[in-house]
């Protein structure tokens, strides 16, 4: 099929280069042209494990183009809206500028029976209001809303091989044409059987924000209990193993420790409460502000951690900061705890040095007052602590008597409870996790 993308940064780029390894004929379109250059160059302007590969592939197969320009839309059947959708300034709300903006500059190119589908998590509600805008243009387009649930590190694989698929498209004719449509950009996972729940705009809406909020609540209410736990004196992690063991919890994603992060899941917990708030039912999802104040408090604690294990002072202390992206396998700093918690020992006079196996240099964009290091042990030498706070397997991996014959005191603060305690402190390690004795 001939496809289109409208807005190709991290859900975009990855959505228009699987589409084309999938077989479509894709056209790739942002405002960027520095972002269109590099893509148009084969280059991926952001790391994800496997993107560059399937970059590279698509464009040589002639299948993938990107560009400025709208009107090379044209023949496309398809348009799929991937444009981001931040938070608002001094505001809990969604921002949907960019949203509105491309379906106005999208539609002067629509024809008749062609079909938008929005892929960006907007507030329930969107997808009406912008199905009607269509209609109202005389086009003859219609609209559907497939959320995209994309985890950052194996987003390839998520698009191409998804878990399920989620169609909201409008009733009669027009939501058959769309599911038919729909149906053959996503035949391979079709055929592979990948669950398929076609669906009503506002569902599918609130599907991805619902998800994203579950998930946020069971990491914060995990780390709920971790606060309860350094208070009473019982370990966070044989709690998560043992109510983990029952079928309707589950032990995924009960991991205590410096909270979550990212482009998603704190600024759509935040818009889903404010979307609440304005349909009158702010009090469904009330619970969601104390799952972020949970969230927040989080990096305080491992700040809190750190200044306690330097004495109480940590001005002058060189403080070994082990990560900088918000999860492993990505570059993306965005409400990043790890780049959260370097920024504050800095700001309590300590000497932080910082590396990360991709995100030094969005960090150093960010927050150049930061000393940086590319390698773990100019990171590590003559420090008085050290704080891991993305789990990275390359910091997973130290070998702890090695790292304690560098470090000028043998200190290790555990942001993401990921380390083996036992041999850290076997070989001389004070040794500081979250919710553990």
Known sequence: MKLSVIGCGYLGAVHASAMAEL??????????????????????????????????????????RFSTDMAD???????????????????????????????TALLPHLSVGDLVVG????????AARLAEVIAASGTGASLAWNPEFLREGFAVKDTISPDRLVYGVPSGEAGKHAQALLNQVYATAIAAETPLVVTDYATAELVKVSANAFLATKISFINAMAEIAEVSGADVT???????????????????????????????????????????RGESVAFLKEVDAINLRRRQRV???????LGARAYGRKVAVL?????????????SPALDVAV??????????????????????????LTYAVGIEETLRGADAVVLVTEWPEFRAIDPAWAASIVRTPTVIDGRN????????????????????
């Open 73 to 103: 839309v044209a023949g496309a059947q398809v348009h799929f809206i991937a444009v981001g959708t931040p938070q608002k300034p001094g505001s809990h709300a969604a921002d949907l500028r960019f949203v509105d903006a491309a379906i």
């Open 23 to 64: 077989g479509h004929d894709v056209i790739g379109i942002d405002v960027d042209a520095a972002k269109i250059g590099r893509l148009a160059e084969g280059q991926a302007p952001f790391f994800e494990p496997g993107l560059s590969e399937v970059l590279t592939s698509a464009m040589k197969s002639g299948r993938l």
């Open 303 to 309: 700040v809190d951690l750190t200044v306690s294990a």
């Open 323 to 335: 990560g900088l992206s918000f999860k492993p396998h990505s570059d993306d700093v965005r409400d």
């Open 344 to 369: 504050q020992l800095h700001g309590l006079g300590a000497e932080v040095v910082a590396t990360d196996p991709q995100a030094i240099d969005n960090s150093r964009a960010r927050h150049p007052q």
């Open 418 to 437: 990921t380390l083996d305690a036992t041999a850290w402190r076997a070989a001389g390690w004070t040794y500081h996790g979250l919710g553990r004795p």
């Open 119 to 126: 892929k960006s998590t907007v507030p329930v509600g969107t």
């Open 238 to 280: 044989q709690l998560a193993d043992a109510i983990g063991f029952d079928s309707r919890i589950g032990r995924r994603f009960l991991n205590a420790g410096v909270g979550f992060g990212g482009g998603c899941l704190p600024k759509d917990i935040r818009a889903f409460t404010a979307r609440a708030e304005e349909l009158g």
